[in-house]
């Protein structure tokens, strides 16, 4: 049996050592790993798939021309999102727009 930590304090030892390791071992080691984990509290959240319109439904939903939905979008206001060659909105960013709450 080699000292762990003899190798950690001269790690040119390591680099000549060969290891046998049979399956057996290996799968000893995961379940240790394994067992040893922390388990995570955190979950992870489900995504919203967020609604998206398009800019006819944007202009209509904010009672706006086209080309003032194009300005506000040069100025910053709102952010056109472009899926496959087509612009969309995202329902949320229009009721922010309109001062809605988004519940």
Known sequence: MIDLSLLSQNPELAKSIKLEVSAQDLIDFAEALKSKQQ??????????REKLLSRREACEML?????????????????????????????????????????
Do not use: F, M
């Open 63 to 103: 009672g706006v021309s086209r080309s003032t939905l194009y300005q506000w979008n040069r100025r910053g206001v709102l952010k056109q999102r472009k899926i496959g060659g087509n612009i969309y909105y995202r329902e949320s960013d229009l009721k922010k727009a309109l001062g809605v709450s988004d519940e």
């Open 39 to 48: 388990p995570t509290t955190k979950q992870p959240t489900p995504q919203r």
